[in-house]
């Protein structure tokens, strides 16, 4: 698939500068609870604060909590700004955070406990647990492990019984176990596998098998209104129908019911540390074993390539998993409506840190926060240098602002206009530099708040210069651009292009576009027709994420389907 996807402008966010919580930044600092561990390690928390107290700013973090922990538990617990921005209420130890799709782990988990049970094998097909799931697949069956490690073959987010084109039955793109495509559906099936095996409602089967004996006595294993009140308030962005979270203006997000297993949990520091001290001894609890040896061992077994999460990563069940200077990685983050979070476990050395942040914040996931404790714990208990910041942190820095400037033309005599620094590439426009924040290969979001309704796509040559420019439904010429001006195109594709909108608060808006001939999701993932009104998002023949348009009145369509969803056309894109 393409390097930006309509997944990830709708989940991350480029780095931008603003500061919702001004400067006041408040902390709340646990006794470290390793025998003689405070001394050693203090320096290295108090490197950690002044590094948050200038990011977060930075990040527009209205909120976080942290914990960082090592095999004898939790060796220390902070928070850091607000769980309410308007009443200037800090956040508090025990205040709940939604985890998101760290809480697949637990999923992992339960599935091997049920294995170790007997009741469960993790290569029978799918189908032998849930007979009513339709999937229409010219491949091999659908088994418990490759739901597990995202190998399925299905959509990533389509509904169990998608509609007309589907007819009810979902569908595969790939044998399953031979692509890696990052799949929540997987996960909400995993969850009602765990339910009906355990004959006990998800949530009770969570409680009662991981928390209880974790002694997570403070976590919720679904997220109701019944725990809103114990929740941090949430922020999401002002302008929500933008790809991203640009404007750094933020509004309070409505209450959420969400149970299934792909993201439901709601956790504190403290009990995710203890969460963390398991995983990091491997399985072991206080009284006995929360899973068996031989099942721990494939919890973290890098099965499968996951390009998704870095280009040498691998995914387990439940994590993912890196192999850093000799040590064992195990890692995730979790995003939901207006909550991120990330988890990052050095199982080798045995040391750990989970980081969550009450917004969308301008940054994807609290990653930085995470890694950072977890290297500068590291080093304090190692006798070793701290590092500045983390060293396998990855960095968001333009390499080659160069090769944008210019002027662009549309073929109707619009004009853009582009500048750069040594750093940073503008938008010179109405006398005023708009900043361009890189997203990703050769894409940029305008940093204002208007602006960013679209990204900017610049196009090369094949001597790899920047030779054209998107924005929208605007194609923009360079003068190095010497290819076709004219191009053919089925009649039919004027009626799709457009604004459509799914009132979920999960999903949102889409807009599609035709430029230089071909549609267009987003500016980013390109149309590739499967016959009639039916397109595949990705060059790759092995996606199984489908696009479709319906509902054709006077030359426009009023309906179009990702992947068994239904998008309502809004207007002109």
């Known amino acids: 698939m393409s390097a930006i996807s309509r997944r990830s402008l709708l989940q991350g966010t480029a780095a931008a500068g603003a500061t919702l919580i001004a400067g006041n930044l408040w902390r709340w600092d646990a ?10 390690l203090k320096p290295a928390f108090d490197k950690l604060d002044q590094y948050i107290a200038k990011r977060m700013p930075e990040l527009n973090a209205p909120g976080m909590t942290l914990v960082v922990a090592d095999r004898s538990g939790p060796l220390r617990i902070s928070t850091y700004g607000f769980a309410d921005t308007k009443l200037r209420r800090p956040v508090a130890p025990d205040t709940l955070y939604e985890i998101g799709s760290i809480s697949k ?15 469960l094998d993790l290569h029978k097909p799918v189908r032998e647990y849930l007979p009513w799931l339709e999937i229409d697949s010219r491949f091999d069956p659908i088994t418990v492990h490759h739901l597990l490690t995202h190998t399925s073959g299905m959509p990533g987010d389509a509904p169990m019984f998608p509609r007309a084109p589907y007819g009810g039955k979902l569908w595969t793109g790939y044998a399953p176990g031979t692509q890696w495509n990052y799949c ?6 995993l969850g009602l596998i765990v339910q009906k095996l355990d004959g006990r409602p998800f949530a009770q089967a969570v409680r009662a098998r991981l928390f209880e004996r974790l002694g ?11 725990i809103r009140p114990r929740l941090a ?4 962005g002002y302008f929500e129908d933008r790809p991203l979270m640009s404007d750094r203006k933020f509004a309070e997000a409505g209450g959420l019911i969400f149970t299934e297993a792909s993201g439901s949990i709601a956790s504190t520091p403290g009990d995710m540390g203890k969460y963390i001290q398991m995983i990091l001894n491997g399985g072991q609890i206080a009284n006995g074993r929360l899973i068996s040896e031989d099942s721990f061992r494939q919890f973290l077994t890098p099965f499968a390539k996951a390009a998704e999460f870095g280009p040498d990563t691998s995914y387990g069940y439940g994590l993912a998993i890196d192999q850093i200077e000799g040590r064992k990685i195990a890692r995730h983050t979790g995003g939901m409506v207006s909550f991120v979070s990330s988890i990052h476990m050095d199982v080798t050395d ?7 942040v009450n917004a969308r914040m301008n940054e994807y996931r609290p990653n930085e926060f995470a890694r950072y404790a977890l290297e500068l714990a590291r080093a304090a208990k190692a006798g070793k240098p701290l590092p500045d910041r983390a060293p396998f942190m990855p960095e968001k820095i333009l390499k080659t602002p160069a090769d944008y400037p210019g002027t662009y033309t549309t073929i109707d ?3 853009l206009v582009i500048s750069a620094t040594a750093e940073r590439v503008y938008w010179s426009r109405d006398n005023a530099q708009v900043a361009l924040l890189p997203f990703g290969p050769d894409v ?20 790899k210069q920047i030779v054209e420019a998107f924005y929208g439904p605007d194609w923009f010429l360079g003068s190095k651009y010497s290819g076709p001006r004219e191009f053919k195109f089925p009649e039919e594709w004027r009626a799709y292009p457009g604004h459509y909108r799914n009132d979920s608060i999960w999903i949102g808006s889409a807009r599609v576009f035709l430029n230089k001939g071909q549609l267009w999701l987003e500016n980013t993932d390109q149309l590739y027709p499967l016959g009639g009104a039916l397109f595949r998002p990705a060059a790759e023949e092995w996606v199984p994420e489908r696009v479709s348009f319906d509902g054709i009145a006077d030359g426009r369509a009023l309906r179009m389907n990702l992947s068994g969803v239904d998008f309502d056309r809004m207007g002109a894109p």
């Open 444 to 463: 940029f979001l305008p940093d204002d708040p208007v602006l960013a309704k679209y990204i900017i796509r610049f196009g090369r040559d094949d001597k």
């Open 31 to 40: 006794q470290a609870q390793t025998a003689g561990g405070s001394a050693e």
């Open 233 to 236: 308030t949430s922020y999401v």
């Open 413 to 415: 005599g619009k004009k």
């Open 184 to 189: 929540n559906l997987g996960y909400r099936l």
């Open 216 to 226: 997570m006595t403070s976590s919720e294993p679904v997220i109701t209104m019944d």
């Open 105 to 119: 782990s637990f999923c992992g988990l339960a599935i091997l406990q049920l294995r170790d049970e007997g009741k």
């Open 350 to 356: 045995g040391v750990g840190a989970f980081a969550s």
